[in-house]
């Protein structure tokens, strides 16, 4: 990270924060027990070995989890004014949007981990198809990066937290619920419609197949609200 | 190390925050920037340290302007803000530590110029400490030592004694005139032996606007005209501002009359007089002559509260 070296310290601090704190070890312990909730009992009342019921469930889950995660980042900061103290070190504001998105998602992706312990036991039950399960998880983490940014984005719009996790949570279900709505919408609006919808790509990309189309709209859709983000630490400015 | 700030102008809305305003700061200066509150002092500090853009003017720190230089111009500062906002979940020495980091200090210099801030600052007790849990004097001290950790040439405190009780304040102002030595420092308080104790040269702002710069000392002279005489009298009079008032603003030299307090028929006066004039004997043959039992009157030379209160209110 040449020519941007205070994302990692940044990032650490960050990363510190949510571990020195009960926040993330909550998080996490929520995320895993509705999972394995689910799981659980899929695998062990119906009798089905399957990742398939994780990787419905989590995009359900980040709808919450990720604007929970999100929502202090820079929101805390404005209202303590720890945020005029990083701005007026030489530090970039983009380096501040990127060190904090960075921070949020590696927790995200560390939440998610222990639910490779699931593919573990199913592996061990039976033949299973890594393939699509590592797209998945692939996916997931975009998709979930996706949100982070929004969830930074929407940090970035407000000093208060509460309005930071309604912001963000109404963003993503949005983004969520629009390819839900089809059918009540005319056939030319439909397509893109469905193109807007973070699931509809996740379940491409969820099938196993990893299609540049799928990619692209999801780092475009990250591009974009961490630029915003990155505007919305500017306005101060104007 | 020189500020040079070049008719800076900033508006929230329709009010004007701070308006034309120009100074120069030279090297190993201490200036106190002096106002009352809102006057502008925290506006202009917050466009020295590039946290937030002038609507119209220039900031050059050491020949670099801060709109085209705002990287290095921040490098070469150290800012405390208002209010001394810190992580309060991070212990001291994480804090500094993220602080040097963030000024990029190189990672083998970090751990010994933590230990210098410590000791410089009297933080050896409360290192391992989470700032949250620390009190308001040695959160200051924190404040001070991130702003100092990467020996910052230029040094902006807002209000870096506020809130500290009188030991500490002592103990700050030491520490701020021993760093300022070396460094250009810009301070703001509304207290005004805060000035007198650690400044060479004084600022005073109202309204957006500078009403005066110059040393203490200077600003004492230059508005040593404002002598006042004070004048307690009893007297049987229906009103005083009828009766008494007009007929001592008749005295020569006697600039201007004001009622300071009354009780039953007890009157207090502050007689400013023009440079140089005494009036004492002229102001005792008049209320001789009028009747009026004198209790208490004396003369006073100007102090910088004065100075202060002259150029801040009208």
């Given at each position: 990270?040449?020519?941007?070296?205070?994302?990692?310290?940044?990032?650490?601090?960050?990363?510190?924060?949510?571990?020195?704190?009960?926040?993330?070890y909550?998080?996490i312990i929520v995320f895993l027990a509705i999972i394995g909730w689910f799981f659980t009992s899929n695998l062990f009342l119906m009798n089905v070995a399957s990742m398939r019921i994780v990787f419905d469930l989590v995009p359900l889950i980040f709808?919450?989890f990720?604007?929970?995660?999100?929502?202090?980042?820079?929101?805390?900061?404005?209202?303590?004014?720890?945020?005029?103290?990083?701005?007026?070190?030489?530090?970039?504001?983009?380096?501040?949007?990127?060190?904090?998105?960075?921070?949020?998602?590696?927790?995200l992706a560390a939440a998610l981990a222990p639910t490779l312990l699931y593919l573990v036991t199913i592996a061990s039950l039976g033949s299973i198809d890594f393939g699509p399960v590592f797209a998945a998880y692939f996916g997931l983490l975009?998709m979930g990066?996706?949100?982070?940014?929004?969830?930074?984005?929407?940090?970035?719009?407000?000093?208060?937290?509460?309005?930071?996790?309604?912001?963000?949570?109404?963003?993503?279900?949005?983004?969520?619920?629009?390819?839900?709505?089809?059918?009540?919408?005319?056939?030319?609006?439909?397509?893109?419609?469905?193109?807007?919808?973070?699931?509809?790509?996740f379940s491409?990309i969820s099938r196993g197949v990893i299609?540049?189309?799928?990619?692209?709209?999801?780092?475009?859709?990250?591009?974009?609200?961490?630029?915003?983000?990155?505007?919305?630490?500017?306005?101060?400015?104007? | 190390?020189?500020?040079?700030?070049?008719?800076?102008?900033?508006?929230?809305?329709?009010?004007?925050?701070?308006?034309?305003?120009?100074?120069?700061?030279?090297?190993?200066?201490?200036?106190?920037?002096?106002?009352?509150?809102?006057?502008?002092?925290?506006?202009?500090?917050?466009?020295?340290?590039?946290?937030?853009?002038?609507?119209?003017?220039?900031?050059?720190?050491?020949?670099?302007?801060?709109?085209?230089?705002?990287?290095?111009?921040?490098?070469?500062?150290?800012?405390?803000?208002?209010?001394?906002?810190?992580?309060?979940?991070?212990?001291?020495?994480?804090?500094?530590?993220?602080?040097?980091?963030?000024?990029?200090?190189?990672?083998?210099?970090?751990?010994?110029?933590?230990?210098?801030?410590?000791?410089?600052?009297?933080?050896?007790?409360?290192?391992?400490?989470?700032?949250?849990?620390?009190?308001?004097?040695?959160?200051?001290?924190?404040?001070?030592?991130?702003?100092?950790?990467?020996?910052?040439?230029?040094?902006?405190?807002?209000?870096?004694?506020?809130?500290?009780?009188?030991?500490?304040?002592?103990?700050?102002?030491?520490?701020?005139?021993?760093?300022?030595?070396?460094?250009?420092?810009?301070?703001?308080?509304?207290?005004?032996?805060?000035?007198?104790?650690?400044?060479?040269?004084?600022?005073?702002?109202?309204?957006?606007?500078?009403?005066?710069?110059?040393?203490?000392?200077?600003?004492?002279?230059?508005?040593?005209?404002?002598?006042?005489?004070?004048?307690?009298?009893?007297?049987?009079?229906?009103?005083?501002?009828?009766?008494?008032?007009?007929?001592?603003?008749?005295?020569?030299?006697?600039?201007?009359?004001?009622?300071?307090?009354?009780?039953?028929?007890?009157?207090?006066?502050?007689?400013?007089?023009?440079?140089?004039?005494?009036?004492?004997?002229?102001?005792?043959?008049?209320?001789?002559?009028?009747?009026?039992?004198?209790?208490?009157?004396?003369?006073?030379?100007?102090?910088?509260?004065?100075?202060?209160?002259?150029?801040?209110?009208?």
């Amino acid at each position: 990270m040449m020519g941007y070296p205070n994302i990692l310290p940044i990032f650490r601090r960050e990363l510190r924060y949510y571990f020195n704190s009960p926040v993330a070890y909550v998080v996490i312990i929520v995320f895993l027990a509705i999972i394995g909730w689910f799981f659980t009992s899929n695998l062990f009342l119906m009798n089905v070995a399957s990742m398939r019921i994780v990787f419905d469930l989590v995009p359900l889950i980040f709808l919450f989890f990720v604007p929970a995660i999100t929502m202090r980042l820079l929101a805390e900061e404005k209202k303590s004014g720890t945020l005029e103290l990083l701005t007026t070190k030489p530090v970039r504001d983009v380096e501040i949007v990127l060190g904090k998105f960075l921070a949020a998602w590696a927790l995200l992706a560390a939440a998610l981990a222990p639910t490779l312990l699931y593919l573990v036991t199913i592996a061990s039950l039976g033949s299973i198809d890594f393939g699509p399960v590592f797209a998945a998880y692939f996916g997931l983490l975009l998709m979930g990066g996706v949100y982070v940014g929004i969830g930074v984005l929407s940090s970035g719009l407000t000093e208060n937290q509460i309005i930071a996790f309604i912001i963000s949570f109404l963003i993503v279900l949005a983004l969520f619920m629009i390819d839900k709505v089809l059918m009540y919408v005319p056939e030319g609006l439909a397509t893109t419609m469905e193109f807007l919808g973070t699931d509809h790509h996740f379940s491409n990309i969820s099938r196993g197949v990893i299609d540049s189309r799928d990619v692209i709209y999801f780092a475009s859709l990250l591009g974009f609200s961490l630029f915003l983000a990155t505007v919305s630490l500017e306005r101060r400015k104007w | 190390m020189s500020i040079a700030v070049r008719n800076l102008t900033k508006k929230y809305g329709e009010q004007k925050a701070i308006d034309d305003i120009s100074f120069d700061v030279k090297t190993g200066e201490i200036l106190g920037f002096l106002g009352p509150n809102g006057a502008g002092k925290t506006t202009t500090m917050k466009i020295i340290t590039c946290y937030m853009p002038p609507a119209s003017g220039t900031v050059e720190v050491d020949g670099l302007n801060i709109f085209d230089h705002s990287l290095d111009v921040r490098k070469k500062i150290g800012y405390l803000p208002e209010l001394n906002p810190l992580y309060l979940d991070m212990n001291v020495l994480d804090y500094l530590e993220y602080s040097a980091q963030l000024h990029g200090l190189k990672r083998e210099a970090i751990p010994h110029r933590i230990k210098e801030m410590v000791s410089t600052c009297g933080l050896e007790e409360v290192r391992q400490k989470d700032i949250g849990e620390l009190s308001k004097g040695y959160r200051q001290r924190v404040g001070l030592a991130q702003a100092m950790i990467h020996e910052p040439d230029v040094l902006i405190l807002d209000e870096p004694t506020s809130g500290l009780d009188p030991n500490q304040i002592v103990e700050i102002r030491n520490l701020i005139k021993q760093l300022g030595r070396a460094k250009t420092v810009v301070l703001s308080t509304h207290i005004l032996s805060e000035v007198q104790a650690t400044c060479d040269r004084v600022l005073i702002i109202n309204e957006g606007k500078i009403v005066a710069d110059g040393t203490p000392e200077q600003l004492k002279q230059n508005f040593q005209g404002a002598e006042t005489v004070t004048l307690e009298l009893k007297a049987s009079v229906g009103n005083p501002l009828e009766h008494i008032s007009p007929k001592l603003r008749a005295i020569a030299h006697v600039s201007n009359v004001e009622l300071l307090s009354e009780s039953d028929s007890t009157y207090r006066f502050a007689l400013h007089i023009e440079k140089g004039a005494d009036i004492r004997e002229p102001a005792f043959r008049l209320a001789v002559a009028e009747g009026w039992i004198l209790l208490e009157m004396y003369r006073k030379g100007t102090s910088l509260e004065e100075v202060f209160h002259r150029l801040t209110t009208s």
